[in-house]
């Protein structure tokens, strides 16, 4: 069973800095794409950063320039650093993970943590 456990949220005003961790187990974590999405209230959950088994990153527009994606695969964790801060990046962060050697499944969606608030005052 995939465990995905989220640590680093909280408040923070606008123009501060956060970084968000997320620590999997049961799982080769190597072989995981790993993806950092928000849903803030009233609004469909959207993707923020991923990052390949290769470490090749795509980041949204929305975040781009202020928000980095990393990822320890000797730690079995990825990272999300987020500077500059603005009220419109409140939301919960959820961490996503997808095992490539699944990815063809039938059915297989990946593994969600469990989201850390991220409040961003102005």
């Known amino acids: 069973q995939v465990q995905l456990v989220e640590s680093g949220g909280g408040l923070v005003q606008a123009g501060g800095s956060l970084r968000l961790s997320c620590t999997a187990s049961g799982t080769m974590f190597s072989l995981n794409t790993m993806s950092w999405y928000r849903q803030a209230p009233g609004k469909q959950r959207e993707l923020v950063a991923g990052?390949?088994?290769?470490?090749?990153?795509n980041i949204a527009d929305s975040v781009k320039g202020r928000f980095a994606i990393s990822r320890d695969n000797a730690k079995n964790t990825v990272y999300l650093q987020m500077n500059s801060l603005k009220p419109e990046d409140t939301a919960v962060y959820y961490c996503?993970?997808?095992?490539?050697?699944?990815?063809?499944?039938?059915?297989?969606?990946?593994?969600w943590g469990q989201g850390s608030q991220v409040t961003v005052s102005s």
């Open positions: 996503h993970a997808e095992d490539l050697r699944y990815r063809s499944t039938p059915g297989y969606t990946g593994s």
């Open positions: 990052i390949t088994t290769g470490d090749n990153t």
